[in-house]
DNA sequence: AGGCGCATGTAAGCCGTTACATGATTCC
DNA sequence: GGAATCATGTAACGGCTTACATGCGCCT
C-alpha cells in the first residue's frame, strides 16, 4: 500500500498523463491545499511506485541535463487507489500549529496575545480569499457536479479547505472577542 | 528555538512540574487533540530541552528499573516558549488524509463512495461529543474565563477542536446530500 | 499467575525539509 | 547579460512511527 504522498501522486495521475515536474507544480497547487510536497520527495516516490507497477512512463525529449518522463498511473496502480479510499479510516495524527499556540497564549499579555490571534486571523482571511477563486473557476467547468468525473473531485477538496478557513476565522474572532471584553485579574497579563 | 514537539512539552511544563510519563499521558488527551507524539518521541526531546537549559528535572523515587525524573520549566524555557508564540506566522505544512481521499473518490461508484463518506461523518461526530465533553468540564473548573489563566489556554484549544469537528460534519453532510441527489451520467460510478 | 499502570529508554526505518547540482530555452 | 521556467536528480539532517527492552507494585 503506497504512502500518502503515493496516494496523492496517484490521484493527479488519474486524472492525465503528467511529467514529473508537472506533478510536482500541481503539488502546490491545487494539492497543496490539503497535502504538501516538494520535488525533492516526489521523484524517489515516483520511482518507488514505478517500481511497484503502480504507474509507468514514457521518455519524451525535453529540455534539460537528464531525461524528460511523462508518467501514467496502470491498472494496477487505478486498483491500489480504489483499495487505499475504501480502507476503513484509522485516527490521523492532527498537528496544528495554531492550536498549538493558543494553548500557550495565557502567558502572554492581552496586547500581545490579541497581535498573535489578529495575525492567524489575517492568514485564514487571506486562505480564504484564494479558495473562493478556485472554487470560481471549478463551478465554470463542466463535470463539477458529476460524482464520476475529476472536476467533481477537485469541488470537494476545495469545499473541505473554504470550511476549515471558515472555521479558522470563526475560531480567531471569537478569541478576539473574548481579549478584548474580559478584564480577568484587571492586568494586562499573568501576574508579575 | 525549539521544535513543535519541544514547545508542546514547554507548555504542558509551564503549567507545573510533571515526570516524562506523565508528559506522554497528557499529550495523548488534552494536547492530541492538536499535537500527537509517543513516549519514545518525549523521551530525547526531553533530553535535547534539558540540555537547551529550558528545563531541568530532579530525581524522585518511582516504580521502574530506572530513575524517575520530575520535570520543570526553567526561566529561560519560558522565554522561548513566549518568543516562539510570537513568531510571524509562517504557512504551516498542511496534510489532511480525508480531503486526499475525497480528491479521488470520483474514481469510485455512488454506493461507495457514499460508505466512505458516511465513515468520515461518524469519526467527526465522536470526535465532536468528546471535545463537547472537554468543554463541559473545562467551563466548570475556575480561570477558563480569565485571559492570563492556563484554564483559558486549554479552552481555547478546545475550542478550535469543535470547530474543526463541526467543519467536518458540515462537509460531509454537504458530500452526502450531492452523493444521494446528483444522477450525474446516470450511472453508479465512472463509465465501464 | 497474569494483566495493568507506572516509568524510562533504544533502534530501525521511513517521511519530510533544505540545500546542492546541472543545463537548456525563453523573455526582458 | 541575467532571471525565470522547464526538468531531474542527490545528500544531509531531523521528525515521526513501530517495535524492542526492562522491571516494580497492585489488583483480581
Redesign the interface.
Known amino acids: 500500500m503506497p504512502s ?1 504522498l503515493g ?2 501522486l ?2 493527479l495521475l ?1 486524472r492525465g498523463e503528467q511529467t514529473g515536474y508537472e506533478l510536482s507544480r500541481r503539488m502546490r497547487r491545487p ?6 510536497a516538494t520535488h525533492s520527495q516526489i521523484y524517489p516516490e515516483l520511482a518507488r511506485l514505478t517500481e511497484a507497477g503502480l504507474i509507468d512512463f514514457e521518455i519524451v525529449d525535453g529540455a534539460g541535463p537528464r531525461e524528460t518522463k511523462r508518467y501514467r498511473i496502470t491498472a494496477d496502480g ?1 486498483a491500489a ?2 483499495e ?3 480502507l ?2 484509522r ?18 499579555g ?1 496586547t ?2 490579541l ?2 490571534v489578529r ?2 486571523r489575517r ?1 485564514y482571511v487571506e486562505q480564504l480569499r484564494v479558495l473562493e477563486g478556485e472554487l470560481h473557476e471549478i463551478e465554470h467547468t463542466p463535470g463539477a ?10 469541488r ?2 476545495v ?3 473554504l ?2 478557513a ?3 476565522i ?2 480567531t474572532d ?2 478576539i472577542a ?2 478584548e471584553t ?1 478584564t ?2 484587571g ?1 494586562d ?3 508579575e
Not at 494539492?31 to 504538501?36: A, D, K, N, S
Not at 485516527?91 to 502572554?108: I, M, N
Not at 457536479?145 to 477537485?154: E, Y
Open positions: 500518502g496516494c496523492a496517484l490521484g488519474a494539492v497543496g491545499f490539503f497535502w504538501t487505478i487507489l480504489v487505499w479510499l475504501q476503513p479510516g485516527q490521523q495524527p492532527v498537528r496544528d500549529v495554531d492550536t498549538l499556540r493558543a494553548y500557550s497564549l495565557w502567558l502572554l492581552r500581545d496575545a497581535g498573535v495575525a492567524m492568514r457536479h458529476d460524482p464520476s468525473q475529476m472536476t467533481f473531485g477537485n470537494l477538496a469545499e473541505s479547505g470550511r476549515s471558515r472555521a479558522g470563526e475560531w471569537w478569541m473574548r481579549l474580559t480577568g485579574s492586568e497579563g499573568p501576574g
